[in-house]
């Protein structure tokens, strides 16, 4: 079946679909991690966008449940340059051709996503259209235009929990393999007791959060300072998610009401809250960063890691007050990747320190944040 991806600006791609019939609309992007395609499925800070994949062969391992960032896919439509026929992994549970169908995702293959990631570059991300209809390239454009994109869009309400919850009070999900071997790793002992915000977290960052001695309640994204506060939390952390930061007034107030009150950590849309709490504001990318390779400088030791990201708006440095220290910077442009407050135990980053997939060049954060924990209690 024929699959059309049709861009707000007139250009258009001709592929073969897979997955669900129909037609999808979103922000088109595009992630150039060479594996991990059912982590960026199910990660909810996709909400709203259609993702392409850099990596030309898409699908050779297949798909299985322990993979999934969240309970279901978030991604509004999938496309790559060549979906494998065969998917051939021991852990494998079925392809990614029958995922898409059962969520009932639209995916398109065939695509030259080589040129279509040379065109977003260019003229910057854009709203698209991806159907399967028997409709004209101009139709295909025009819902492409009318329809919604990731600027001035609130999904983290879509997304957050509903209810707060005990993440694995029973430490079984937690559990990590050790490595070069078929046994498992023991849990440390929970030696602080948080409350992450749910802004649309992925649950590798629960799992690393427990493996790092945190017990975890998770709280929807919406509850306020005050409610946060009454639980006496040893800190508070701060989730990525989907949409637009600035549109999260109710995120804004709650840290403000939380700030020097409790030590908190932000990755990703939990560092651009912080960076509106602040008094900052942020600045939509060109065209975003998303991956597992971007190179980050922490300006404090002058060290380099690779990194995972998956965000299109970043902190404007400029519009930070003279108590916030920028940290961290990406070598590719120069953006805001990390900061933390001068005077309170506060910090953040933009990138994922769980890097799921991607490289674990950041992990040290999770044992970064006990530290600043612990210096508070003393």
């Given at each position: 079946?024929?699959?059309?991806?049709?861009?707000?600006?007139?250009?258009?791609?001709?592929?073969?679909?897979?997955?669900?019939?129909?037609?999808?609309?979103?922000?088109?992007?595009?992630?150039?991690?060479?594996?991990?395609?059912?982590?960026?499925?199910?990660?909810?800070?996709?909400?709203?966008?259609?993702?392409?994949?850099?990596?030309?062969?898409?699908?050779?391992?297949?798909?299985?449940?322990?993979?999934?960032?969240?309970?279901?896919?978030?991604?509004?439509?999938?496309?790559?340059?060549?979906?494998?026929?065969?998917?051939?992994?021991?852990?494998?549970?079925?392809?990614?051709?029958?995922?898409?169908?059962?969520?009932?995702?639209?995916?398109?293959?065939e695509i030259d996503t080589r040129a279509l990631t040379r065109h977003l570059r260019t003229r910057g991300a854009m709203k698209a259209c991806l159907t399967t209809e028997k409709i004209s390239a101009e139709e295909a454009t025009r819902r492409a235009?009318?329809?919604?994109?990731?600027?001035?869009?609130?999904?983290?309400?879509?997304?957050?929990?509903?209810?707060?919850?005990?993440w694995d009070p029973d430490d079984k999900a937690s559990v990590a393999w050790t490595t070069g071997s078929f046994g498992r790793k023991a849990l440390p002992p929970i030696r602080h007791r948080i409350i992450a915000y749910d802004y649309g977290m992925?649950?590798?960052?629960?799992?690393?959060?427990?493996?790092?001695?945190?017990?975890?309640?998770?709280?929807?994204?919406?509850?306020?300072?005050?409610?946060?506060?009454?639980?006496?939390?040893?800190?508070?952390?701060?989730?990525?998610?989907?949409?637009?930061?600035?549109?999260?007034?109710?995120?804004?107030?709650?840290?403000?009401?939380?700030?020097?009150?409790?030590?908190?950590?932000?990755?990703?849309?939990?560092?651009?809250?912080?960076?509106?709490?602040?008094?900052?504001?942020?600045?939509?990318?060109?065209?975003?960063?998303?991956?597992?390779?971007?190179?980050?400088?922490?300006?404090?030791?002058?060290?380099?890691?690779?990194?995972?990201?998956?965000?299109?708006?970043?902190?404007?440095?400029?519009?930070?007050?003279?108590?916030?220290?920028?940290?961290?910077?990406?070598?590719?442009?120069?953006?805001?990747?990390?900061?933390?407050?001068?005077?309170?135990?506060?910090?953040?980053?933009?990138?994922?320190?769980?890097?799921?997939?991607?490289?674990?060049?950041?992990?040290?954060?999770?044992?970064?944040?006990?530290?600043?924990?612990?210096?508070?209690?003393?």
């Amino acid at each position: 079946m024929r699959a059309l991806l049709a861009l707000e600006d007139g250009r258009t791609f001709d592929g073969e679909s897979f997955g669900a019939a129909g037609s999808a609309v979103g922000e088109i992007c595009f992630n150039t991690s060479m594996t991990g395609y059912q982590e960026v499925l199910t990660d909810p800070s996709y909400r709203g966008q259609i993702v392409a994949m850099t990596y030309p062969l898409i699908g050779n391992y297949g798909t299985n449940e322990a993979d999934a960032e969240s309970r279901s896919p978030h991604v509004r439509g999938f496309v790559v340059e060549e979906l494998s026929e065969i998917a051939s992994n021991w852990r494998s549970q079925g392809s990614l051709d029958d995922y898409l169908r059962r969520w009932k995702i639209p995916g398109a293959q065939e695509i030259d996503t080589r040129a279509l990631t040379r065109h977003l570059r260019t003229r910057g991300a854009m709203k698209a259209c991806l159907t399967t209809e028997k409709i004209s390239a101009e139709e295909a454009t025009r819902r492409a235009i009318e329809g919604e994109g990731v600027v001035g869009m609130d999904y983290v309400r879509e997304v957050t929990t509903p209810a707060a919850y005990q993440w694995d009070p029973d430490d079984k999900a937690s559990v990590a393999w050790t490595t070069g071997s078929f046994g498992r790793k023991a849990l440390p002992p929970i030696r602080h007791r948080i409350i992450a915000y749910d802004y649309g977290m992925k649950e590798n960052i629960l799992r690393r959060l427990r493996q790092n001695g945190f017990g975890v309640t998770v709280v929807p994204a919406t509850t306020t300072a005050e409610e946060v506060l009454a639980l006496k939390p040893d800190g508070v952390f701060l989730s990525n998610g989907p949409g637009d930061p600035s549109t999260l007034d109710y995120a804004h107030r709650a840290m403000q009401g939380l700030m020097g009150r409790t030590p908190i950590f932000g990755i990703c849309l939990g560092h651009q809250v912080l960076g509106f709490a602040f008094g900052g504001r942020t600045f939509k990318l060109k065209f975003g960063h998303r991956g597992g390779n971007q190179p980050v400088k922490d300006l404090i030791t002058g060290k380099v890691a690779i990194t995972s990201q998956n965000h299109g708006f970043a902190v404007d440095a400029e519009s930070l007050p003279n108590e916030i220290e920028i940290t961290h910077v990406n070598l590719n442009d120069g953006t805001v990747e990390g900061m933390r407050h001068r005077e309170l135990p506060i910090f953040s980053v933009q990138y994922h320190p769980e890097a799921a997939p991607g490289p674990h060049d950041a992990s040290h954060f999770f044992a970064d944040f006990a530290r600043l924990i612990e210096s508070e209690k003393a």
